[in-house]
């Protein structure tokens, strides 16, 4: 099975990177970096199981630092470069990261005590470009696989380390990768990746390194624009990429005229997932690129289903069956599987989901089931086996692809002194998907622009997108007598 580093070796002149600056790397120099930067973590006391936090654009620096943790049996973490310094320093604590790397205008607003490294001048901090450049560029020995450690919510609202078991072995395309982009059509061999989404996201992160492992080339964008991705993939001649429902919406909304003017046919996959996708613009974009639209359900924790186009247009709306080494099933609230057809808790198992949350030991037990673990997602399954999502996680919000987590953004709410109680929900959005909305019961007697004071106090602390974009205002919550929010209730309002 190749990896990134056997195509270096046996393909050192085909190109690697493309970034959005026009910088480039082939396999060949990218492996060499990596292996130098390698080094230059272990000069530095770092071995395997220790952790690398990178605050960075879409960029060369991502994939050289995700290639040297890679090889060193490290824990890579990639940090939205919008989190507020709070938001950073918090994940650089939590997770007991010894080397942060950051783009200049990040790191100019940290305070962080540990070895760090800038992309770009920045006071007090060392420079990326010529961190190891005085280490050999050779393969580091022993080489063993690291892995990639995302965030997700915690139970205390706060997000929390999504920690795999390292295995001390070669790195290695994970099997349920490898199956899932053959199940797409995405082949070893030359192929072109065009990167549409920020690389700090789970998946468009994932899926560029894992066609790079393939030994396809990932051509970089900075931000997403419908035109000038169909431009790219026209002038590179891309074969797959990943793409989320919100860039479905705005590139369908393109004039006709305008789609039509660029060469789409060498697109073999493109892969959607993240979010739901509405049934009529996922047929409308197979319609228009042909039968190549294909997804796949997961989340951080680990891949689910696939389903190809010709599969979802034999059973529009599912999410396909459990690929292959995961189990899935279905239960009711006291666990006991239900019958085909009949709507439950979302469990699934296998050897690429045997995680824990890194200091969250009620939210790691919470999930588990034996071998099995859930993200609280709802669904069943039909006679044939196949995947029907209901609901995606009852509390979590969802826009633009982006998961954002109501209790952290209640709990920054709940430390203002106006608020007495607050509920966090997602309203429908023609094109995020959904969008924030706090719902708020003030202290008795608070008078002014509540809501203006509130939104200075999220930003303060959070990033711009977890900022509610609207506050409503109530006498009084809905709780159970538990003391459960009923959000449903909030939904429907």
């Known amino acids: ?12 002149d085909r190109l690697a990177v493309l970034a959005p600056d026009g910088t480039a790397a082939t396999f060949g120099e990218l492996a060499a970096r990596a292996n130098r930067l390698t080094h230059a973590l272990r000069r530095l006391g770092l071995g395997a199981g220790d952790g690398v936090v990178a605050i960075v654009h879409n960029g060369l620096p991502y994939f050289e630092l995700l290639f040297a ?13 919008r989190s507020s310094p709070a938001e950073i ?20 607003t940290c305070d962080l005590d540990v070895p760090k490294f800038a992309v770009g001048p ?10 190891g450049e005085d280490e050999p560029s050779t393969a580091p020995q022993p080489r063993t696989a690291g892995q990639t450690m995302l965030y997700t919510s915690g139970t205390t609202g706060r997000p929390k380390g999504v920690r795999r078991a390292l295995s001390g072995n070669p790195p290695s395309l994970h099997p349920i990768h490898r199956d899932l982009l053959a199940l797409f059509g995405v082949e070893p061999g030359p192929g072109v990746h065009l990167v549409a989404c920020p690389l700090y996201h789970a998946a468009p992160g994932s899926f560029a390194a894992n066609a790079m492992h393939l030994g396809h080339s990932a051509v970089l964008m900075d931000r997403f624009d419908a035109e ?17 429902p919100t860039m479905f919406h705005r590139m369908l909304r393109l004039p006709e005229d305008v789609r039509a003017r660029y060469d789409t046919s060498s697109l073999t996959s493109v892969i959607h997932g993240a979010a739901p996708c509405p049934r009529e613009v996922k047929a409308r974009m197979i319609g228009w690129l042909g039968p190549v639209v294909h997804e796949y359900y997961g989340a951080s924790e680990g891949l689910i289903c696939g389903v190809t186009a010709a599969d979802w247009l034999a059973a529009p709306g599912t999410v396909g069956r459990p690929l292959t080494g995961v189990r899935l099933k279905v239960v009711d609230d006291d666990g006991a599987e239900v019958a085909p057809g009949e709507p439950g808790t979302i469990y699934f198992s296998s050897a690429h989901t045997a995680i824990d949350y890194l200091g969250d030991p009620e939210k790691t037990a919470a999930a588990r089931s034996g071998e099995f673990i859930t993200v609280g997602d709802f669904g069943y399954r039909d006679a044939e086996g196949r995947v029907f999502l209901l ?68 930003r303060a602390e959070l990033a711009g997108f977890k900022t509610p974009k609207r506050f409503d205002f109530t006498d009084r919550l809905p709780r159970t007598e538990s003391g459960k929010m009923m959000r449903r209730t909030l939904r429907s309002s």
């Open 391 to 458: 609901d995606r996680r009852t509390d979590l919000i969802l826009s633009g692809g982006v998961n954002i987590y109501p209790a952290e953004i209640e709990a920054r709410l709940l430390s203002h002194p106006d608020v007495a109680d607050v509920a966090v929900i997602g309203e429908p959005d023609d094109e995020w998907g959904q969008r924030v909305v706090a719902v708020v019961e003030p202290v008795p007697g608070v008078s002014g622009d509540l809501a203006a004071r509130l939104d200075e106090h999220c």
């Open 89 to 108: 320093a918090y994940v650089v604590e939590n997770s007991g990261a010894r080397v942060v790397v950051a783009d200049a205008d990040i790191a100019r």
């Open 228 to 244: 000038e991705t169909l431009r790219l993939i026209e002038e590179h001649r891309v074969t797959d990429t990943h793409l989320v």
């Open 69 to 81: 943790t890679l090889q060193a049996g490290m824990y890579f973490t990639p940090v939205n470069y």
């Open 1 to 12: 099975m190749s990896t990134f580093f056997d195509v270096a070796a046996e393909h050192p």
């Open 122 to 131: 920045a006071e007090g901090w060392g420079d990326y470009a010529s961190w």
